[in-house]
């Protein structure tokens, strides 16, 4: 009988475990919300608020949180990308590997963001950013980096990019459809955060548009 009590109080444990990592694992989906988002609005400055026109709102695991937004128009696409995990990284242990040869962009288990849009952005399941290693693709071409207290990047044409974890293991996969898309890109350190701020011309509206480093004028950057 004590056999048969232990066996059972066994399969029960056991049982209660696998229910637990499959809720880990369908909770892990982000959850995407069409709406206005004022997560992020204190990112930009006063003056531009009125022209920005959130498209998206994510919540990717229980870490992270990204915004998409619209600029003047229509005109810009900008990717706001907070990881809780580097809210007290130390900006010089971020690093921007120009040299890096990126290859596939699968991984085992993952999830694809913005499936429909000209960056498709593919999530290892359970993924861990402890650190943060940035590959660009091999036709990226950096035509500008972008330095200041709080933050480091570039403006340049991306065709490729990868985020790793301290150890080099890629998590985040970034596959631009056509190569060589004009990026402006920072690493933003802010007080008990940290964010990745992307921004391209919104090239399915407007193929012409053009982009510099000039447009982080319009972020909060001090």
Not at 38 to 51: A, M, Q, R, Y
């Amino acid at each position: 009988m004590k056999k048969n009590r232990l066996k059972y109080v066994f399969i029960a444990a056991v049982s209660i475990y696998a229910c637990f990592l499959l809720h880990q694992f369908y909770t892990y989906h982000s959850s995407v919300f069409y709406t206005t988002s004022k997560n992020h609005l204190c990112f930009f400055k006063d003056s531009v608020i009125s022209k920005l026109d959130t498209i998206s709102y994510n919540w990717v695991t229980d870490q992270d949180t990204l915004d998409n937004y619209l600029y003047d128009n229509d005109k810009y696409i900008l990717h706001v990308w907070k990881f809780n995990s580097l809210d007290n990284a130390d900006l010089k242990d971020i690093f921007i590997n120009e040299r890096s040869v990126i290859s596939k962009s699968e991984f085992r288990w993952q999830e694809t963001l913005d499936s429909k849009s000209f960056c498709p952005i593919s999530v290892k399941y359970l993924y861990k950013i402890d650190g943060m290693i940035l590959n660009l693709g091999e036709n990226t071409k950096i035509i500008k980096e972008l330095k200041g207290q709080n933050y480091k990047g570039f403006y340049g044409l991306v065709d490729k990019m990868s985020i790793c974890d301290k150890k080099g293991e890629p998590q985040i996969y970034f596959n631009f459809n056509k190569s060589q898309i004009p990026t402006v890109l920072l690493l933003y350190k802010g007080h008990n955060s940290f964010y990745l701020v992307m921004v391209n011309p919104n090239n399915e509206l407007y193929k012409n548009i053009k982009i510099d480093e000039n447009i982080i004028e319009i972020l909060k950057l001090d």
